[in-house]
């Protein structure tokens, strides 16, 4: 149903293995901070390859040689996914006052969006992730330039290290990006009180207008 009424509309992308009702809560904990937003948070379209849960794309003996190319073979669903949603919610013209947040694979998801310039929407949160994006990376402009982002990612982090973000940082600023992170000592593979209030106020910032 389209929702002509939300000035603003936030996505939640979950990670590999878990479902959209993981990250629903935090569009409650948001609700205040972002007045007159929408909150959408959707099952990845696959069944997880171990079973329980669902998937961007499979990781099933994944390389960082091979991870690229499962980012492509995810595209299709994720677009779909996304697509959907934006229609359904009525920003389709409106991609400025959309923003994706991610978790791990979710987070992958969401760089990969804004990277190759499928969906310059108005902001990108990522928790906890990567850019493995394949070469070359072709972002678009929104109405106010590139998208900004934020990336908040633990040090204590066995399933992605936190160098990925810093690593992350600097590739999507040599884009054009600006980029913002939070790096939280000791955080393992996890979203923080302290991550969820530096994404709140940042995403307050980017809806102010």
């Known amino acids: 149903m389209t929702d002509t009424a939300?000035?603003?509309?936030?996505?939640?992308?979950?990670?590999?293995?878990?479902?959209?009702a993981d990250l629903a809560p935090?569009?409650?904990?948001?609700?205040?901070a972002l007045p007159g937003t929408v909150f959408a948070s959707p099952n990845a379209p696959e069944r997880s390859s171990f079973g329980q849960g669902y998937q961007w794309f499979s990781v099933a003996g994944v390389?960082?040689?091979?991870?690229?190319?499962?980012?492509?073979?995810g595209r299709a669903?994720?677009?779909?996914?996304?697509?959907?949603?934006?229609?359904?919610?009525?920003?389709?013209?409106?991609l400025d006052r959309v923003a994706l947040v991610g978790f791990s694979q979710g987070t992958i998801?969401?760089?990969?969006?804004?990277?190759?310039?499928?969906f310059p929407v108005g902001a990108v949160v990522g928790f906890s992730g990567r850019l493995a994006s394949p070469k070359p990376l072709t972002p678009k402009d929104t109405a106010k330039g590139k998208t900004p982002i934020l990336l908040v990612h633990g040090t204590g982090d066995p399933v992605i290290p936190s160098f990925e973000t810093e690593e992350a940082?600097?590739?999507?600023?040599?884009?054009?990006?600006?980029?913002?992170?939070?790096?939280?000592a000791g955080l393992g593979h996890t979203?923080?009180?302290?991550?969820?209030?530096r994404a709140a106020e940042f995403l307050s910032k980017i809806f102010k207008d």
């Open 6 to 20: 939300s000035r603003n509309l936030v996505i939640l992308l979950h990670g590999v293995g878990s479902n959209g």
């Open 26 to 32: 935090l569009g409650d904990a948001w609700a205040q």
């Open 63 to 73: 390389t960082p040689e091979s991870r690229a190319q499962r980012i492509v073979a």
């Open 77 to 94: 669903g994720f677009d779909t996914v996304i697509a959907s949603i934006i229609a359904d919610k009525g920003f389709a013209d409106r």
């Open 109 to 118: 998801m969401s760089l990969d969006a804004v990277a190759s310039g499928r």
């Open 169 to 184: 940082e600097a590739e999507l600023k040599n884009l054009g990006f600006p980029v913002e992170t939070q790096i939280e």
């Open 191 to 197: 979203i923080s009180p302290a991550g969820v209030m």
